[in-house]
């Protein structure tokens, strides 16, 4: 699978009905439909990403009555509940792929307060392995997560 894009990715995420928060596309002039964001998705924290280009303002602890204001220098955007809502639950948060060769590439964090763009760039685990190795068993809740993986994998090609 190849990902071009903010949008495409966006859209396969979408697709592939992977696990992640609340979110939506906007463009700007849309304030309605970010009311009604807030209102089916009620939350203290709304995280904002630039979909115009990659590396884009990414504003993660944006407080439900500041969201509005937040957006107006946004063209093309999506807004989620924010990770920072469950700080006390998240264990892990970064980027993993697996290939159909069992090749994994893995950049991730334990720590709660970040982002994925912050454990991207500053990871407890940056790996390229494979799925035998057992280097993974000493990441927090990477077999949850494996796990996940494939069975969304296997459920999008059935």
Do not use: W
């Amino acid at each position: 699978m190849i990902i071009n894009n903010k949008i495409e990715s966006y859209n396969k995420i979408i697709e592939l009905n992977l696990n992640k928060f609340p979110e939506q596309l906007f463009h700007s002039n849309e304030e309605e439909k970010v009311k009604q964001l807030k209102k089916d998705y009620p939350a203290k924290y709304y995280a904002i990403r630039d979909k115009s280009k990659p590396g884009g303002i990414f504003k993660l602890k944006v407080p439900h009555n500041k969201l509005l204001n937040e957006i107006k220098n946004y063209s093309i955007y999506t807004i989620n509940v924010s990770s920072i809502n469950y700080i006390d639950n998240q264990l892990l948060v970064g980027e993993i792929e697996i290939l159909s060769n069992d090749d994994v590439f893995l950049t991730v964090s334990t720590n709660p307060t970040y982002s994925v763009r912050d454990a991207v760039s500053f990871p407890d685990y940056n790996l390229k392995t494979n799925i035998y190795d057992k280097t993974l068993n000493k990441i927090p809740c990477f077999d949850d997560i494996y796990s996940y993986i494939i069975k969304s994998f296997k459920r999008y090609n059935s």
